[in-house]
């Protein structure tokens, strides 16, 4: 992970910080996160780097968002969970997305 931790991560899941036994799982499902927001941004996070001097902190949280959506929703997609992750990281995102190649 670039900018998560692991701490954040049991923070936002609510997990007790001397819990272990899932720190790798809690590490597979930050990566992914980070990777999810980039995706989502259009951007790299050396990009990030560049622009802010660091990963802006309504993009720290939406990843924490999807970690704990990961980490308390771990079944296939279904009808009922199509939408765990809610309205509050399409907020967060969208004002750091790159919408063309030319921003």
Request: with cysteine; hydrophobic share 35%.
């Amino acid at each position: 992970m670039k900018w998560l931790t692991l701490d954040k991560i049991k923070q936002q899941c609510r997990l007790e910080p001397d819990f272990h036994d899932e720190d790798e799982l809690l590490t597979d499902y930050g990566n992914d996160a980070e990777d999810m927001v980039l995706n989502d941004i259009n951007r790299s996070y050396t990009e990030l780097i560049e622009l802010y001097g660091e990963v802006p902190h309504p993009l720290v949280t939406a990843a924490l968002m999807l970690v704990a959506a990961s980490y308390q929703h771990r079944e296939p997609v279904s009808q009922q969970n199509l939408y765990v992750v809610g309205y509050g990281y399409d907020k967060r995102v969208k004002r750091y997305m790159k919408l063309t190649s030319n921003n």
